[in-house]
């Protein structure tokens, strides 16, 4: 089936989409994106992706589109039109397309910024039986540049991290940065160790992940103990469990790291129940 997309106020099937060949973000990866995800038909966590987005666009700069304020209704619209039970909705906003290729920003009075979403079919997101076996990652160093924190289009690095991974044989790679992870290529990470989960704490060395925030929350109201600090490679080989969390995997049990088996070597209770308890939350809240 041909989706059906949105492009700077229009609603096209994706065969009819275009952006420009001097949008910023094709040529200068100038932008900011968002996923979220979809559940029962419904949008998880979606105010939280929405607060986000806006401080990305501010701390680049980069104006709001006019359809902003409409956001809401444009990711309504499209999970409707393309039947999205369980999936996602990717949304990207750039400076624009002044028209040539510069350095220097274009003025933002004569360069609308450039909006697109469109739809991911995921049937069984939520079932994935990854969650039930556990995934294996490798720690690499972590060479991005330093504002982690802004949900920017620059992902060559992240996915050449997911290519180490796979050419390892394993699932993910863990970044390392001063001898402490800082988070996964598309994720945020933990470990389990005493009984505490430990996480790193928000700065602009990591993204401040909205699936992160839900489930510290629901740790906690769980009577579970948590602790924002960094943790090394050797923390987390040595811990009870791992796991890490995004919008798109939720709450993914981590088995094993460089080769090192993680407690037991298999899906542990923290990370079982904390994906259980998300998952259900997220359905209620679900919008």
Same mark, same amino acid.
């Given at each position: 089936?041909?989706? =059906?997309?949105?492009?700077?106020?229009?609603?096209?099937?994706?065969?009819?989409?275009?952006?420009?060949?001097?949008?910023?973000?094709?040529?200068?990866?100038?932008?900011?994106?968002?996923?979220?995800?979809?559940?029962?038909? /419904?949008?998880?966590?979606?105010?939280?992706?929405?607060?986000?987005?806006?401080?990305?666009?501010?701390?680049?700069?980069? *104006? /709001?589109?006019?359809?902003?304020?409409?956001l809401l209704e444009i990711h309504r619209k499209l999970v409707a039109d393309n039947g999205i039970e369980e999936g996602m909705v990717y949304l990207q906003i750039t400076r624009g397309s002044p028209g040539d290729r510069d350095f220097v920003f274009p003025d933002p009075e004569?360069?609308?910024? @450039?909006?697109?979403?469109?739809? *991911?079919?995921?049937?069984?997101?939520?079932?994935? %039986?990854?969650?039930?076996? +556990?995934?294996?990652?490798?720690?690499?160093?972590?060479?991005?540049?330093?504002?982690?924190?802004? /949900? @920017?289009? *620059?992902?060559?690095?992240?996915?050449? +991290?997911?290519?180490?991974?796979? /050419?390892? +044989?394993?699932?993910?790679?863990?970044?390392?940065?001063? +001898?402490?992870? =800082?988070?996964? =290529?598309?994720?945020?990470?933990?470990?389990?160790?005493?009984?505490?989960?430990?996480?790193?704490?928000?700065?602009?060395?990591?993204?401040?992940?909205? =699936?992160?925030?839900?489930?510290?929350?629901?740790?906690?109201?769980?009577?579970?103990?948590?602790?924002?600090? %960094?943790? @090394?490679?050797?923390? &987390? *080989?040595?811990?009870?469990? &791992?796991?890490?969390?995004? &919008?798109?995997?939720?709450v993914m049990p981590v088995i094993e790291v460089d080769g090192v088996k993680v407690g037991e070597g298999k899906v542990g209770p923290v990370?079982?129940?904390?994906?259980?308890?998300?998952?259900?939350?997220?359905?209620?809240?679900?919008?």
């Amino acid at each position: 089936m041909t989706r =059906t997309v949105f492009v700077n106020g229009e609603y096209l099937p994706e065969t009819e989409a275009k952006v420009s060949i001097f949008d910023r973000g094709f040529l200068m990866a100038d932008g900011v994106y968002e996923v979220t995800s979809v559940l029962d038909g /419904k949008l998880i966590d979606f105010d939280g992706h929405l607060k986000r987005l806006e401080r990305s666009l501010n701390e680049l700069g980069i *104006q /709001k589109p006019a359809e902003f304020d409409d956001l809401l209704e444009i990711h309504r619209k499209l999970v409707a039109d393309n039947g999205i039970e369980e999936g996602m909705v990717y949304l990207q906003i750039t400076r624009g397309s002044p028209g040539d290729r510069d350095f220097v920003f274009p003025d933002p009075e004569t360069t609308r910024p @450039t909006l697109v979403l469109f739809t *991911q079919n995921k049937p069984g997101l939520a079932d994935n %039986p990854v969650a039930k076996q +556990g995934i294996k990652v490798i720690s690499i160093e972590d060479i991005r540049w330093g504002r982690r924190d802004i /949900k @920017t289009v *620059q992902l060559l690095y992240p996915s050449m +991290g997911k290519m180490m991974a796979k /050419k390892a +044989g394993c699932d993910d790679a863990w970044l390392v940065e001063d +001898g402490f992870v =800082t988070e996964g =290529t598309s994720n945020n990470t933990y470990i389990v160790k005493g009984g505490k989960i430990i996480t790193r704490n928000l700065s602009n060395d990591i993204l401040h992940g909205i =699936t992160r925030a839900a489930v510290l929350k629901f740790a906690r109201e769980a009577q579970m103990e948590v602790e924002e600090r %960094p943790f @090394t490679i050797e923390e &987390a *080989q040595g811990a009870e469990e &791992a796991f890490f969390t995004s &919008a798109s995997a939720f709450v993914m049990p981590v088995i094993e790291v460089d080769g090192v088996k993680v407690g037991e070597g298999k899906v542990g209770p923290v990370a079982t129940r904390l994906r259980e308890i998300y998952l259900d939350e997220s359905r209620k809240a679900g919008i």
